[in-house]
Every structure is written in structure tokens, then in C-alpha cells.
T-cell receptor
Framework: DAGVTQSPTHLIKTRGQQVTLRCSPK?????VSWYQQALGQGPQFIFQ???????QRGNFPDRFSGHQFPNYSSELNVNALLLGDSALYLC?????????????FGPGTRLLVL | AQKITQTQPGMFVQEKEAVTLDCTYD???????LFWYKQPSSGEMIFLIY??????QNATEGRYSLNFQKARKSANLVISASQLGDSAMYFC???????????FGTGTSLTVIP
């Protein structure tokens, strides 16, 4: 049973560029959430996708956008990269609703913006 | 106000001893879930234990137990018989019944000393 997978593992970009990160959820999961984790901080919620739509969004600018595909995999796109976007980006998957639903995380993508 | 507060930036514990990692939370929801995750230096967030707000018994998972004190709004993680492999960052998180995102604390770095 494959867990959550993310690609790429590492990425280096320059300011102003655009980046796309990818995530495949754990088998049987239909909900994907994205988090940004800056160095020394806890993960911060970016947004969550369910049934190919953005269900909830955290306090992130519109430069951050996403997509969910019919097979439940997801992409995170960041436009006009800033130095402050350098972070570990974590994808988490879960099954639908309910406060008991645990999110399972992937290994993350480390993004460095120069 | 912070939803999750972890006041211990770093903790040390002797191998085979028990250690308690503190977590307090803030919510006005009656229904919520509390989670603990372990993050080794590799970056992946590993789910450890879950406690629901309506659960009367403290959650236990192997060497992990959660000391849930609802009136104090605390959800401390207890690790018994510490092992060298327990050295990692530990994050407390909460999901409110009305929302979909997880709120994370700033984490506690645990070092197990041989």
C-alpha cells in the first residue's frame, strides 16, 4: 500500500519564476491538503482539495494555486516566486470528512528560491 | 491567539526513560481532534496518535500516550521507554470540527541521550 508521494524532492528556482509541485495521495484517500513549512516552524495550511475543487484556503496569496485531478492527485503552483517562498512543502491526504480523519503526509518538496 | 502552543523548544531525555511533551490548544468548538506527529530530519511528518474531544479515555498507541485534560485544554504526549530513534521534532496539531485544516504548533525538538 503506497503512502503519499511527492515530486520533486528538491527544487531550486530564482525569484520571479514559477514552480509546480506534485502529490499522489495514499491509496483510498480522496482529499489532499498542502502545507508550507518554513525553517524552524510548524506547517502552515495553504489549501485543501476535495472532488477537484478547493474546499478551504489558508492565509496565502493568490500566487499560490492548485488543482486536483480525477485520480485525486494534486498539484501546487506558485507564481512569481519570492525569496520567502523557500520552504518545505508538504502534501497530506485523508479520506473525506470527519474530525477523526487523520492526515497522512508525504516526504515533502524542499524549495529554495535564490 | 495561537490555536496550538508548544512551549518547549527543546527537550532531552535519557534512553529508556519517559518524557512528556506539552501542548495546549485554543478552540471554541465542542468537537475537535488533536493529533501528534513526529518529524525526523528527513522531513516527513509521521502520524503518532489521535485524541477526539469526546473521547473519555486517553489515547494510547504502543509507547505513545496522550494525556488529555479537556478543562485545561492540554493534550500532552507521553513517550515511554525512550529510544535513540525517538530523536526528532514533535508537532501537536488540531482539527476543529467545523473546518478542514490542521493547525500546528511550533514543535518540540526531542533528543534522546544514550
Amino acid at each position: 500500500d503506497a503512502g503519499v508521494t511527492q515530486s520533486p524532492t528538491h527544487l531550486i528556482k530564482t525569484r520571479g519564476q514559477q514552480v509546480t509541485l506534485r502529490c499522489s495521495p495514499k491509496s483510498g484517500h480522496d482529499t489532499v491538503s498542502w502545507y508550507q513549512q518554513a525553517l524552524g516552524q510548524g506547517p502552515q495550511f495553504i489549501f485543501q482539495y476535495y472532488e477537484e475543487e478547493e474546499r478551504q484556503r489558508g492565509n496565502f496569496p493568490d500566487r499560490f494555486s492548485g488543482h486536483q485531478f480525477p485520480n485525486y492527485s494534486s498539484e501546487l503552483n506558485v507564481n512569481a516566486l519570492l525569496l520567502g517562498d523557500s520552504a518545505l512543502y508538504l502534501c497530506a491526504s485523508s479520506f473525506s470528512l470527519g474530525p477523526k480523519e487523520t492526515q497522512y503526509f508525504g516526504p515533502g518538496t524542499r524549495l529554495l528560491v535564490l | 491567539a495561537q490555536k496550538i502552543t508548544q512551549t518547549q523548544p527543546g527537550m532531552f531525555v535519557q534512553e529508556k526513560e519517559a518524557v512528556t511533551l506539552d501542548c495546549t490548544y485554543d478552540t471554541s468548538d465542542q468537537s475537535y481532534g488533536l493529533f501528534w506527529y513526529k518529524q525526523p530530519s528527513s522531513g516527513e511528518m509521521i502520524f503518532l496518535i489521535y485524541q477526539g474531544s469526546y473521547d473519555e479515555q486517553n489515547a494510547t498507541e504502543g509507547r505513545y500516550s496522550l494525556n488529555f485534560q479537556k478543562a485545561r485544554k492540554s493534550a500532552n504526549l507521553v513517550i515511554s521507554a525512550s529510544q535513540l530513534g525517538d530523536s526528532a521534532m514533535y508537532f501537536c496539531a488540531m482539527r476543529e470540527g467545523t473546518g478542514n485544516q490542521f493547525y500546528f504548533g511550533t514543535g518540540t525538538s526531542l533528543t534522546v541521550i544514550p
